[in-house]
């Protein structure tokens, strides 16, 4: 280990969270009865400009009067950029009560945006004598975000968690795609011509670059990575491939778009039975291992090691934190 160790920080369980646009109060109810990890309450683009005034209203009045339960509350302001944010920001945190936990950062670009609005609810705070200091969510998704993810990242005592915001991502990037998360099929090779070999078409994740470096921005920092929507919510298979493929890289959460998604994001999130059985196998075989003087044994006929016990335990820790 390096002796700068990240360190984690207020833990949550964050397999799926859910978007819910703050204009429509009408899905409110539904998402608290939800079981969805995390819900974030939309100020910014499912709420159209002429309703931002009505939706921040609503999104107040919820967080005050409805029961949440257990779940992390979070809402996404608007941009730094619009006329909104400020009032986003001071309104929520001055009429909402406590219960909120988290303040999504939408096209957050520099460390200095975080900062500014790091300042800003800490003055409010202050002054309203809030005891529990509100996280910050923060959504990658410009072209200047992925530049600056590390600092990004670094930025606040504030940051919980990095998102991957792949549609205003595409945008920014200029990435010749349309759909919200699906992969372009024309991504991919076609293999050289060589001799008999048969051709073949090699498809690729076009978005595999930017989750796994939000990935590594994210744990070096002690962050959640979260991949962010699929708007297809009419193929729960392309769902779940999209969830896997971001789980299996490191992130530990999906968003959902829809209701229909949560299930799915909590059952990916989730380490499997045997994976949990897995991991527990290889502890015990190393705690034995480590009795007899060995640093490495063979389980299963495959070599395992003092790294497969921090891979193990990150499984079974996991685990336990979903049944507690
Ligand atoms: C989310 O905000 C996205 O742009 O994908
Ligand atoms: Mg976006």
């Known amino acids: 280990m390096s002796f700068t160790i990240p360190e984690e920080v207020t833990s949550r369980l964050n397999r799926s969270e859910l978007a819910v646009p703050g204009s429509n109060s009408a899905l409110f109810e539904k998402a608290a009865a939800s079981k969805a990890d995390v819900i974030f309450l939309d100020l910014e683009d499912a709420v159209a400009p002429d309703d931002k005034e009505q939706a921040r209203k609503n999104v107040i009045e919820a967080i005050n009067d409805i029961d949440w339960g257990n779940k992390t509350l979070s809402v996404r302001i608007n941009g730094l950029d619009t006329p ?4 986003d920001v001071i309104d929520i945190m001055e009429q909402a009560g406590e219960r909120l936990d988290l303040i999504m ?15 800003l609810c800490t003055q409010i705070e202050a002054a309203k004598g809030r005891k529990k200091p509100v996280g910050f969510e923060m959504i990658i998704e410009t072209a200047l975000g992925m530049q ?19 549609a205003d991502y595409a945008a920014s990037t200029k990435a010749r795609t349309t759909g919200i998360g699906g992969p372009n099929p024309m991504y991919g090779v076609l293999t050289d011509i060589d001799g008999d070999i048969p051709r073949d078409f090699h498809w690729g994740d076009m978005w595999h670059y930017a989750i796994a470096r939000m990935v590594v921005a994210a744990r070096a920092n002690g962050l959640r990575p979260i991949d962010g929507p699929f708007g ?16 299996i890289l490191g992130c530990e959460g999906k968003w959902a778009i829809h209701p229909s998604q949560i299930g799915i994001a909590n059952e ?16 015990e075989a190393m705690e034995e291992a480590q009795r007899d003087g060995k640093g490495a044994v063979s389980l299963d006929g495959r070599l395992i090691d ?7 335990t990150v499984l079974v820790d996991k685990a336990k934190e979903i049944a507690a």
């Not at 950062?105 to 300042?119: E, F, R, W």
């Not at 600056?148 to 792949?166: D, Q, T």
């Open 84 to 87: 909104y944010m400020y009032r």
């Open 232 to 247: 297809d919510y009419s193929d729960p298979n392309g769902f779940k491939a999209q969830a896997n493929r971001a789980a």
């Open 105 to 119: 950062i939408p096209k957050v670009g520099t460390a200095s945006d975080v900062y500014a609005l790091d300042m």
């Open 268 to 283: 990916v999130n989730s380490p499997s039975d045997a994976e949990v059985t897995k991991a527990n196998r290889i502890l």
């Open 306 to 312: 003092l790294a497969s016990i921090r891979q193990a």
């Open 148 to 166: 600056n993810i590390n600092e990004i990242a670094a930025s606040s005592k504030r940051n919980e968690s990095l998102h991957f915001g792949v």
